[in-house]
T-cell receptor
Framework: DADVTQTPRNRITKTGKRIMLECSQT?????MYWYRQDPGLGLQLIYY???????NKGEISDGYSVSRQAQAKFSLSLESAIPNQTALYFC?????????????FGPGTRLTVL | GQQVMQIPQYQHVQEGEDFTTYCNSS?????IQWYKQRPGGHPVFLIQ???SGEVKKQKRLTFQFGEAKKNSSLHITATQTTDVGTYFC???????????WGLGTSLAVNP
């Protein structure tokens, strides 16, 4: 969805490096999420934020940290990247209003840690 | 913990054949959502079901939510090559603020 953008789209880095993945949205949604996708493992939630001051760990938060700089921006950091963090990372947003709470995904960032 | 199981993991069909994927939860869900991810793409919302026994249709796609709100299915009639992708179910359970995702069913369609 063009309303949710992720940068970079691809990144190759080395073990031990600090990496930041950025997500921006123009949908005006208050909720934002970071997911990791590995083949055969579906979508695993890393962190989620229901507003700027509400940040929560997901299922696999170890080795990751996040920052919600504004309603529209949610960044994911790998403090010291390791090879098993090689994966496809998706940012998503949703709206707390109404009953649907549909999630809108960004295009993804493919991260390779050598 | 709360889990959503999705079967089958993979399905290979000939174009024109029907396809069904099933989603089973270990706990009662308040709703169930279905998403489609095309190869190389990102998950895209298809539909949400909320009511017990609810059935919704989108052209050749039929979605059902079980009476006990613990299972759901997606049926595609007469598959086309454009149906290729991975179909995910996801739902909210109780006061859980996070979507619980199935692992997805990958559909391949032979032309």
């Amino acid at each position: 969805d063009a309303d949710v953008t992720q940068t970079p789209r691809n990144r190759i880095t080395k073990t031990g490096k600090r990496i930041m993945l950025e997500c921006s949205q123009t949908k005006g949604h208050d909720r934002m999420y970071w997911y990791r996708q590995d083949p055969g493992l579906g979508l695993q939630l890393i962190y989620y934020s229901f507003d700027v001051k509400d940040i929560n760990k997901g299922e696999i938060s170890d080795g990751y940290s996040v920052s919600r700089q504004a309603q529209a921006k949610f960044s994911l950091s790998l403090e010291s990247a390791i090879p098993n963090q090689t994966a496809l990372y998706f940012c998503a947003t949703s709206d707390s209003y109404g009953s649907t709470d549909t999630q809108y995904f960004g295009p993804g960032t493919r991260l390779t840690v050598l | 913990g709360q889990q959503v199981m999705q079967i089958p993991q993979y399905q290979h069909v000939q174009e024109g054949e029907d396809f069904t994927t099933y989603c089973n939860s270990s706990t009662t869900l308040s709703n169930i959502q279905w998403y489609k991810q095309r190869p190389g793409g990102h998950p895209v919302f298809l539909i949400q079901l909320v009511k017990s026994g609810e059935v919704k249709k989108q052209k050749r796609l039929t979605f059902q939510f079980g009476e006990a709100k613990k299972n759901s299915s997606l049926h595609i009639t007469a598959t086309q090559t454009t149906d290729v992708g991975t179909y995910f179910c996801a739902g909210y359970a109780g006061n859980n603020r996070k979507l619980i995702w199935g692992l997805g069913t990958s559909l391949a369609v032979n032309p």
